[in-house]
């Protein structure tokens, strides 16, 4: 079953390379007592993540922050190597967007966002969809209902409906 609006997200370990490399990121402790925008994509470096989705956040960072939102994380079902690199190559990470994997895609299979595409080589990835999330609670989530798109998901689709 898919997350919606009002639930509380599960406990999840997702991983950030941090500088002794890959460090284990409890998702529960992470956001607890803070208002975070969470986004997930298919993949890094794919065509609508890498010059869509991420630019979106990119650009709508400082009016997230003006709305008291703490911190925005990127999740993707990609290794921490990967993520480490597609934040310095899109210029997330020095935007200040943390960049998060769930590569054994537990979170993603836990809030049932869950899919395969294997003539694309996508195997147990994320749908796209971007969440508000205070205190562990979702207050807003919006999924695409196709992954090769970036609307309601994006920054200023996540924007306009807060």
């Known amino acids: 079953m898919a997350l919606s609006q009002g639930d509380q997200l599960p406990d999840a370990t997702l991983v950030q390379m941090g500088a002794e490399g890959p ?3 409890n998702l529960a402790d992470k956001i607890k007592g803070r208002k975070v925008v969470i ?3 298919p993949g890094a470096f794919t065509p609508t993540c890498h ?3 991420v630019p979106s956040f990119i650009r709508t ?3 997230f922050d003006a709305k008291g939102v703490d911190e925005i994380i990127c999740v993707s079902v990609n290794d921490p190597f990967v993520m480490k690199a597609w934040g310095e190559a899109t210029g997330a990470t020095a935007a200040g967007i943390t960049m998060l ?3 054994s895609s537990e979170f993603t299979k836990a809030i049932g966002m869950n ?4 003539p694309a ?3 147990a990835r994320s749908k796209r969809y971007a ?3 205070d205190d562990g609670k979702v207050t807003l989530f919006q999924a695409e209902e196709n992954s090769g798109v970036c609307d309601v998901s994006g920054g200023e689709g996540l924007l306009d409906s807060m």
Not at 115 to 118: E, G, L, M, V
Request: proline share 8%; glycine share 4%.
């Open 23 to 25: 460090a284990p990121v």
């Open 61 to 63: 960072k400082d009016q």
């Open 115 to 118: 899919f395969d595409a294997p």
């Open 39 to 41: 986004f997930a994509v």
């Open 131 to 133: 969440m508000l999330v």
């Open 51 to 53: 010059s869509a989705h």
């Open 101 to 103: 994997s769930d590569a």
């Open 121 to 123: 080589g996508l195997i």
